[in-house]
């Protein structure tokens, strides 16, 4: 990943001078709708629900590998957003993989009960949905769940929606996630990859264990802060480094969800998007951008304080 100017882009026309993006135009492609009878589907708005895609049908996709949809956040503002950094990146279609806590479940909520002004689609896998507005754009989102392991370093695992309980050894949870399929990720954190911690990740990224892991970035790292050397060493061994825009608990950061992300071109399958979308992560010959922008100096030490005054308020 290159920053300039603040901006980490697909391409350097994609960013001004100020450091912002142009608008860029949404493209729109025409895909075919069925029945609620033949999807198997719950309208909830008395009308006609999201468009199913047919079997490899082709997208441009921005994905966010690292989001949080927080109880305090408003549903509607949160996947506005989402499709509205999909425009700015060039992209159709937001696709926001979830990393919940085990005591969040937002994931369940938005199946049961999406916000009003948009309809559902449970897709086959069980941890995909489609969410449509009343204007037809949707957001794809997936299970996956955040794990806090015995030794403090963070694994995420994607397309998960059972939690593995906090606590557990980092490679029981491992083993366990890629047992389940789910994607695991160990995401990068301010302070979280020193110490003993840091020697654990490299020990892993050492073994055979790292056959199937990747690393995970996230646009509330400092634009000064170069990129650690773990993402070299996992780009290296032909995976790549998962950027996500991991909020925080903050009404600010209820508009991050698509902020920073990769942006690729995928097949959309009805049935199992997830697995479709795995494997085009996992082929590191598959193009893909990385899009957004890392955090200015003074949001990064606000929120650092700021998260330091929740923990202690959580304890």
Request: glycine share 10%.
């Amino acid at each position: 990943m290159m920053v300039s100017g603040r901006c980490i882009m697909m391409r350097a026309s994609a960013c001004n001078g100020s450091g912002h993006r142009p608008h860029l135009s949404r493209a729109i492609g025409d895909t075919s709708r069925l029945s609620n009878k033949a999807m198997g589907l719950e309208d909830r708005m008395g009308e006609r629900p999201a468009r199913q895609e047919a079997v490899g049908s082709m997208r441009r996709i921005l994905v966010d590998a690292h989001v949080h949809l927080y109880p305090s956040f408003d549903r509607p503002t949160f996947l506005t957003a989402a499709l509205r950094h999909a425009r700015a990146a060039g992209a159709e279609l937001p696709w926001l993989l979830f990393t919940e806590t085990a005591r969040d479940f937002a994931f369940r909520e938005l199946a049961s009960t999406p916000p009003d002004g948009w309809r559902v689609h449970r897709h086959g896998d069980g941890v995909t949905l489609t969410l449509a507005d009343r204007t037809g754009q949707e957001v794809v989102v997936t299970a996956g769940r955040q794990v806090q392991t015995a030794e403090g370093l963070e694994l995420l695992t994607l397309g998960l929606d059972d939690p593995i309980a906090d606590g557990t050894q980092f490679r029981s949870a491992l083993a366990r996630a890629v047992e389940a399929g789910a994607l695991p990720v160990v995401p990068w954190g301010f302070g979280k990859w020193s110490g003993r911690r840091g020697r654990l990740l490299a020990d892993v990224l050492a073994s055979p264990e790292a056959s199937q892991l990747f690393l995970g970035d996230n646009g509330g790292r400092p634009w000064f802060w170069p990129a650690p050397r773990p993402f070299g060493q996992i780009e290296a061994a032909g995976r790549r480094v998962l950027p996500g825009s991991d909020p925080l608990p903050f009404p600010s950061h209820q508009v991050r969800p698509g902020s920073y992300g990769l942006r690729l071109d995928g097949p959309v399958d009805g049935d199992r998007p997830f697995a479709q979308l795995r494997q085009v992560l996992a082929n590191q010959d598959a193009p893909a951008s990385p899009t957004g922008r890392l955090t200015r100096s003074l949001p990064f030490l606000r929120d650092q304080i700021a998260m330091q005054i929740v923990k202690r308020t959580r304890r």
